[in-house]
């Protein structure tokens, strides 16, 4: 079965800190995800990375940056954090051109819920 | 732009009649498409997939969908909803490329 892992559920952090939030997956698999997830709205891009080191940016990445420095490990970084950026995120990876035989599926984490006071 | 419809944000329903979820999107190129459940506090897990071959897709939980091309709709169908199928239910779209695209979601309450 495909893991991915989201190392914090819930957090609660202070208007202006920096955040980390780590997503490990466990199948080889090159792309990872950032998703925020807030009512009505659905689930929106903050950026993707197709491997090692690549980043791009999703619909809105705004406020937020990643790193992506071993294949498994994609983390999400919010340099000062604001009250806006209370939401759901959801950590998600897939196959690259790999994807082609195993079906391109998409595998979510079980998302880290981060409120900003 | 590429875009997915979910015109239902909404969808109560009683236990044991049949519902159906709607989704559109918006291109009629090639597409692989996908439905995904979310319980509360949990990710998203997948339901079922279309990427090719026969348009009725059956998947976990007794859930199935329908890829129509001319129509670039992906219905996700259910004959008898059971209390434990209250979720959130999201159609997702690849499109070329490496990215999804998701709909705004459908919250599915299944009344006794």
């Known amino acids: 079965d495909v893991k991915v892992t989201q190392s914090s559920r819930y957090l609660v952090k202070r208007t202006g800190e920096k955040v980390f939030l780590e997503c490990v997956q466990d199948m080889d698999h090159e792309n990872m995800f950032w998703y925020r997830q807030d009512p009505g709205l659905g689930l929106r891009l903050i950026y993707f990375?197709?491997?090692?080191?690549?980043?791009e940016k999703g619909d809105i990445p705004e406020g937020y940056s990643v790193s992506r420095e071993k294949k498994e490990r994609f983390s999400l970084i919010l340099e000062s954090a604001s009250t806006n950026q209370t939401s759901m995120y959801l950590c998600?990876?897939?196959?690259?051109?790999?994807?082609?035989?195993?079906?391109?599926?998409?595998?979510f984490g079980e998302g880290s819920w981060l409120t900003v006071v | 732009a590429q875009s997915v419809t979910q015109l239902d944000s909404q969808v109560p329903v009683f236990e044991e009649a049949p519902v159906e979820l709607r989704c559109n999107y918006s291109?009629?190129?090639?597409?692989?498409l996908f439905w995904y459940v979310q319980y509360p506090n949990q990710g998203l897990q997948l339901l079922l997939k279309y990427l090719s071959g026969s348009t009725l897709v059956k998947g976990i939980n007794g859930f199935e969908a329908e890829f129509n091309k001319s129509q670039t709709s992906f219905h996700l169908r259910k004959p008898s909803v059971h209390i434990s199928d209250t979720a959130e239910y999201f159609c997702a779209v690849k499109f070329t490329g490496n990215q999804f695209y998701f709909g705004t979601g459908t919250s599915l309450t299944v009344i006794p």
């Open positions: 998600a990876s897939k196959f690259g051109s790999r994807g082609l035989r195993f079906g391109n599926t998409i595998y």
């Open positions: 291109s009629s190129v090639s597409v692989y």
């Open positions: 990375s197709y491997d090692v080191k690549m980043k």
